[in-house]
């Protein structure tokens, strides 16, 4: 619980510090060394605190352990990414999500998580890997309308002015897409070959419905390849096309978990 709770407040520390750098325009980013010691704490303070999800049999991975697993890898990512390529930007929104997830877990943890043998292990590490390089980019598609709106009306500010182009944002979102997809496509292929009887085990929903992520981004990758599409349709895809995952996996957690329980 201590380990949760010093997740927490390195994680809305850095946030706190990257929002006042960003939305204030005569701040230098001088904390920029203290936000990544901030950040690598709370990443492996949170990390530590993973050992309670591991059993005899498995891994526990419930409704809260699985926001909690998902959400430290998506501040991996993007604390890796902060060394290369210019994303810190989505620290304001990232990072407060982060320490969110951590809350849920401990104002409502895992009773009766369903705990998952080592032998799914390939299937939910790229599922989650998925989910977590797909929600980053969600945040980046917010991140590039916020920019987009600001730009069209003319309405430049501190934090508009610190944020790389648009042509920058919008290659970055796009990889990161091009990424996730083949993570998920593999995690489907996965689940196809480790997973006895998707009716004995209450994965119809989750799978319909990931299926159905799956081919919307499908088309907008090759969408994207073949035709260059851009701009608000795209992102909004991108959005509906999380939300269907979001959906399929936490939504099928939530109903099997805390509902019928």
């Given at each position: 619980?201590?380990?949760?709770?010093?997740?927490?407040?390195?994680?809305?520390?850095?946030?706190?510090?990257?929002?006042?750098?960003?939305?204030?325009?005569?701040?230098?980013?001088?904390?920029?060394?203290?936000?990544?010691?901030?950040?690598?704490?709370?990443?492996?303070?949170?990390?530590?605190?993973?050992?309670?999800?591991?059993?005899?049999?498995?891994?526990?991975?419930?409704?809260?352990?699985?926001?909690?697993?998902?959400?430290?890898?998506?501040?991996?990512?993007?604390?890796?990414?902060?060394?290369?390529?210019p994303v810190h930007a989505l620290g304001i929104?990232?990072?407060?999500?982060?320490?969110?997830?951590?809350?849920?877990?401990?104002?409502?943890p895992d009773t009766n998580a369903k705990v998952?043998?080592?032998?799914?292990?390939?299937?939910?590490?790229?599922?989650?890997?998925?989910?977590?390089?797909?929600?980053?980019?969600?945040?980046?598609?917010?991140?590039?309308?916020?920019?987009?709106?600001?730009?069209?009306?003319?309405?430049?500010?501190?934090?508009?002015?610190?944020?790389?182009?648009?042509?920058?944002?919008?290659?970055?979102?796009?990889?990161?897409?091009?990424?996730?997809?083949?993570?998920?496509?593999?995690?489907?292929?996965?689940?196809?070959?480790?997973?006895?009887?998707?009716?004995?085990?209450?994965?119809?929903?989750?799978?319909?419905?990931?299926?159905?992520?799956?081919?919307?981004?499908?088309?907008?990758?090759?969408?994207?390849?073949?035709?260059?599409?851009?701009?608000?349709?795209?992102?909004?895809?991108?959005?509906?096309?999380?939300?269907?995952?979001?959906?399929?996996?936490?939504?099928?957690?939530?109903?099997?978990?805390?509902?019928?329980?």
């Amino acid at each position: 619980m201590l380990l949760s709770y010093l997740a927490i407040s390195a994680y809305l520390s850095a946030a706190l510090l990257l929002a006042r750098y960003f939305t204030q325009d005569d701040v230098g980013h001088k904390h920029k060394q203290s936000i990544s010691l901030l950040v690598g704490f709370a990443i492996i303070t949170q990390a530590l605190s993973f050992s309670n999800f591991y059993h005899n049999e498995g891994i526990a991975l419930g409704l809260a352990n699985s926001a909690s697993v998902i959400a430290w890898l998506i501040a991996v990512l993007l604390f890796l990414s902060s060394f290369s390529k210019p994303v810190h930007a989505l620290g304001i929104l990232v990072y407060p999500l982060v320490a969110i997830a951590l809350i849920f877990g401990i104002i409502l943890p895992d009773t009766n998580a369903k705990v998952i043998p080592l032998s799914l292990a390939s299937h939910v590490f790229l599922s989650i890997s998925a989910y977590a390089l797909l929600a980053l980019c969600v945040c980046q598609s917010i991140l590039l309308t916020i920019a987009q709106r600001h730009l069209h009306t003319h309405k430049n500010n501190g934090f508009i002015n610190k944020l790389p182009p648009l042509q920058t944002m919008e290659h970055l979102l796009f990889q990161s897409l091009r990424v996730g997809f083949y993570l998920l496509t593999l995690s489907l292929i996965t689940g196809v070959i480790f997973i006895d009887d998707f009716f004995a085990q209450h994965l119809v929903h989750k799978t319909a419905l990931s299926l159905v992520a799956w081919i919307i981004f499908v088309v907008l990758v090759f969408g994207r390849k073949l035709f260059g599409w851009r701009g608000k349709q795209a992102i909004s895809t991108i959005q509906i096309g999380f939300g269907l995952l979001l959906l399929a996996y936490f939504g099928s957690k939530f109903v099997l978990e805390r509902l019928l329980s």
